[in-house]
């Protein structure tokens, strides 16, 4: 089994590329639809975070209050650490028991966000960065997404640079054309990918 990272800045294609390489045949695990699941009600994620950060983070029917939690932990490092320190060892877990459920000769592709930033990069076979141009990814997350300008800066801001990635990069997908360009390099990378497993 081939074990690929795939990562790249806010609005940059990464869905897209995943759906991709699904349609391809690849198994897809989505970091941030697991961080989502292990802090569903009932879990022992909710739990925890339950017992760190006090129950004016949950609504009233017990689910996560994302925008309480959020306003906790944005602007308090020590606070974000805390919950980075609960949510990424069941992140992790979830990831690695999705992947020993692969089939062993699967192309396992991990959708992270924050891979070069959470300095995951080493965990993975290949990283594949997903690059577009700034101004098509504001432009995704104000028409598209409602967001501010201001806003959209702010989230590029805050990850790693289009260098910083390119840097732990072993394959970058560049992300300049149309959506049928886009696919058509990931099935290129698909092919590229499987081959070298097979070898
Ligand atoms: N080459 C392209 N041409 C046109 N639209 C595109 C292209 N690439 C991506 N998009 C569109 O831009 C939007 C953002 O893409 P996508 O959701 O794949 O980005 P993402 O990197 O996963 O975003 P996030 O960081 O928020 O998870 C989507 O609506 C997607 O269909």
Do not use: C
């Amino acid at each position: 089994m081939k074990h690929v990272g795939l990562t790249g800045g806010v609005a940059s294609g990464k869905s897209a590329v995943a759906a991709k390489f699904a349609e391809l045949g690849a198994v897809v695990i989505d970091a941030d639809a697991l961080a989502r699941d292990v802090v569903a009600p009932g879990t022992p994620g909710l739990a925890a975070i339950k017992d760190s950060f006090g129950a004016g983070i949950l609504l009233p029917d017990g689910s996560l209050d994302r925008k309480a939690l959020g306003a906790i932990v944005f602007s308090d490092e020590p606070q974000r650490l805390k919950l980075n320190a609960i949510v990424h060892p069941l992140v992790r877990q979830a990831a690695k028991e999705l992947r020993e459920q692969a089939p062993a000769e699967a192309l396992v592709v991990e959708d992270i966000p924050l891979l070069v930033e959470s300095g995951q990069a080493e965990d993975f076979d290949a990283v594949i960065v997903v690059q577009a141009p700034h101004e098509e990814r504001i432009r995704r997350m104000v028409e598209d997404r409602g967001w501010s300008v201001e806003d959209a800066r702010s989230r590029m801001a805050a990850q790693a640079t289009d260098e910083q990635r390119a840097a732990v990069a072993d394959y970058v997908l560049e992300n300049f054309g149309t959506l049928e360009d886009l696919q058509g390099r990931v099935a290129d990378l698909y092919q590229q990918l499987t081959k070298a497993a097979g070898e």
